[in-house]
């Protein structure tokens, strides 16, 4: 699963980021530190393309590995975005005005996402996120690797979800026994009233 958090400069985006990476056991890669290992610091539109292309690879690397990977970076335009083309996107909505000019002019505000952060509370944040994600990724897993399906989740994580699993499939077999067992009930009983009727009438 490929998640991307982005947001103006200074929004919160790394932060969030960093909260939410323990809580999936994601890898991690920030926009920053990649455009350093690149050395490339052009922020022209054609710039902001080629950094989403190039956070882009480094994510379905890391996905094809069967891994949760966030990225964080600012991704400023549809064309990025699409560039980049998210499982799950985080929009961090705290500032309305970044740091840079040139970013804030450039900077479209996303038309469709999953989640809107509006506040810097990060941690109360990450812990929502999470706890919504974390469904999804494993029906995913369920659904695409069976056998070894909890491998990179870790063992905190993946046994949480095994649990939580367990406790989801019994209650969906109680709900279904309960809509079998009472009107079967309602039948038993009403044919033994009648019974009982016609023995009376007999008596």
Request: aromatic residues 8%; hydrophobic residues 45%.
């Amino acid at each position: 699963m490929k998640i991307l958090v982005m947001g103006l400069p200074g929004s919160g985006k790394t932060t969030l980021a960093s909260k939410l990476v323990p809580l999936l056991n994601a890898k991690w890669l920030n926009g920053d530190k990649i455009r350093k290992q690149a050395n490339d610091w052009d922020f022209s539109l054609e710039g902001r393309k080629k950094q989403a292309k190039r956070m882009a690879d480094l994510a379905n690397k890391y996905k094809s590995e069967g891994h949760i990977v966030i990225s964080d970076f600012i991704c400023p335009t549809e064309k990025a975005r699409k560039l980049f083309a998210p499982d799950i996107l985080i929009w961090v909505d705290t500032i309305t005005q970044g740091r840079f000019e040139d970013t804030n002019k450039m900077f479209v505000r996303p038309e469709k996402f999953d989640f809107r952060v509006t506040t810097k509370n990060a941690h109360v944040w990450a812990k929502q996120i999470a706890d919504k994600i974390l469904p999804l990724v494993l029906i995913l897993i369920i659904l695409i690797t069976p056998t070894s399906s909890f491998a990179y989740l870790g063992p905190g994580v993946g046994g949480g979800m095994i649990a939580a699993t367990i406790g989801v499939i019994v209650a969906i077999f109680a709900a279904l026994f309960g809509l079998i067992w009472f009107p079967v009930k309602r039948l038993l009983k009403k044919r033994k009233e009648k019974k009982e009727n016609k023995q009376n009438k007999v008596d």
